[in-house]
Antibody, heavy 120, light 108 residues
């Protein structure tokens, strides 16, 4: 059974870099049928697509975050990671990792989410 | 980017009734690239529908999706207690993928 679990600090200071990791079990991160992605949800707001990565390392980033975001993959650990630099209070959100089918940018399995607050 | 507007913002219904939720796109969504998710408080979203009308694995047939172009609908027939939640639509026909703000289905 597929399980995704986010981990990382729940607090970041303004201008710092936010780093989160998603550990995947029940499926190989090298599965050719899927991307692996990050989605966030600010408190009381809608969801926002951050980006995706394929096991080959190819990435897609939301244009509004493109200059600040990096998604990477560690096939040996069956994990993928998010780095978001120069964070501000607007980056306060619950961050979800998810599996994304190759035939469409929707998320068919989600992690439970991890809340991140940006505050000094 | 495509903006998705969901209506109504909230819906109060009784057990056994049907719910009709709307998702309207600012531009046509290509290839019917639209998904619906259910989200309960403190939980991750759960995929219900993809490609506008295909039910995800394990989703009961009381959930159905329809529509194309700019107008999409999620219908929940015979509401059960576990169906009271927030429902969000997402388009992935155009980049970047975008989400609606959600419709809350409440118990009357």
């Amino acid at each position: 059974q597929l399980h995704l679990q986010e981990s990382g600090p729940g607090l970041a200071k303004p201008s710092e870099t936010l780093s989160l990791t998603c550990s995947v079990s029940g499926d190989a991160i090298t599965d050719i049928n899927y991307y692996w992605g990050w989605i966030r949800q600010p408190p009381g707001e809608g969801l926002e697509w951050i980006g995706t990565i394929y096991y080959t390392g190819g990435t897609y980033y939301h244009p509004s975050l493109n200059s600040r975001v990096t998604i990477s993959i560690d096939k040996s650990k069956n994990q993928f990671s998010l780095r978001l630099k120069s964070v501000t209070a607007a980056d306060t959100a619950t961050y979800y990792c998810a599996r994304v089918p190759l035939d469409g940018d929707y998320a068919d399995h989600w992690g439970q989410g991890t809340p991140v607050t940006v505050s000094s | 980017e495509i903006v998705l507007t969901q209506s109504p913002g909230a819906l109060s219904l009784s057990l056994g009734e049907s719910a009709t939720l709307s998702c309207r796109a600012s531009h046509s969504v290509s290839s019917s690239g639209l998904a619906w998710y259910q989200q309960k408080p403190g939980q991750a979203p759960r995929l219900l529908i993809y490609d506008a009308s295909n039910r995800a694995t394990g989703i009961p047939d009381r959930f159905s999706g329809s529509g194309s172009g700019t107008d999409f609908t999620l219908t929940i027939s015979r509401l059960e207690p576990e169906d009271f939640a927030v429902y969000s639509c997402q388009q992935y026909g155009s980049s970047p993928p975008t989400f609606g703000r959600g419709t809350k289905v409440e118990i009357k």
